[in-house]
């Protein structure tokens, strides 16, 4: 596929290689935790304190509704939440329909309208930190940008199949960019918070198939966050 950019004013290469930087920070800060957390000592079953961390960070607790005067709504929510990711994690089903029956599950739980929503972004992004990591996370911001890679958002924000069939063909398109990027990584560890007894880690986590997965996110964020794209963080 031809490779085609949105309008921005930093070059593909360059963006890339924030992308990697940046979430390579977030992972140290942010994302490493909650992989580790989530799921304690490899259980089958999710901590829903640390879910409910995880949903106010990836901005999908807005989701859920909590009662007012009611302080165990909230604690509730990511019991049921936990329950319901568990079976989905442990389900046989492929990804993507593990997806689509976990974001239907997810929107009955604690509903912010009359209707019940299908949380898609909630779905994949719990998913994911539960080590489901063939799924995609679906974002705005990345549908936004994806969007414009392909002319026209459309239904990527509602249909996670066109949506993940759409990310894999951009990330294809970029291969050669990430590649780039992902072998510049190491040498550029000593601009990142991480600090040097992690370093180890760090670059034994840089050669995972999911940080690569996770620098494409932080692209399509990056370019997602307005018309002309930003370098923004996220920690």
């Known amino acids: 596929m031809k490779l085609t950019m949105p309008k921005s004013h930093a070059s ?23 992989m580790k957390e989530l799921r304690k000592n490899g259980s089958q079953e999710i901590d829903a304190r640390v879910l409910g961390t995880l949903a106010a960070k990836y901005m999908v607790a ?5 009662e007012r005067g009611d302080p165990l709504s909230s604690s509730q929510r990511w019991g049921t939440a936990a329950v319901h990711l568990t079976a989905a994690v442990q389900s046989p089903e492929q990804a993507e329909v593990k997806v689509d ?13 009359r209707v019940p929503s299908k949380l898609l972004s909630a779905a994949t992004k719990f998913l994911w930190f539960a080590g489901e990591h063939d799924v995609r996370i679906l974002d705005k911001r990345a549908v936004d940008a994806l969007g414009r890679f392909r002319g026209a ?8 199949k066109q949506y993940a069939t759409v990310w894999k063909e951009q990330f294809d398109a970029h291969e050669k960019v990430l590649e780039e990027a992902l072998f510049d990584l190491p040498r550029q560890l000593v601009w990142t918070c991480i600090p040097s007894d992690v370093h180890a880690e760090a670059k034994a986590v840089f050669k995972e198939l999911w940080f690569a997965d996770r620098i494409f996110d932080k692209y399509l964020w990056t370019l997602g966050v307005g018309v002309d794209g930003g370098a923004t963080s996220f920690v």
């Not at 807005?62 to 909590?66: A, D, I």
């Not at 029956?101 to 309208?113: D, F, H, N, S």
Request: hydrophobic share 40%.
């Open 12 to 34: 593909t290469p360059w963006l890339m290689k924030h992308s990697a930087l940046s979430y390579a920070n977030q992972w140290f800060m942010t994302d490493r935790k909650f």
């Open 62 to 66: 807005r989701g859920f509704k909590t």
């Open 101 to 113: 029956t976990l974001a239907i599950e997810l929107g009955k739980i604690a509903p912010v309208k």
């Open 153 to 160: 958002r459309g239904t990527l924000g509602a249909n996670y």
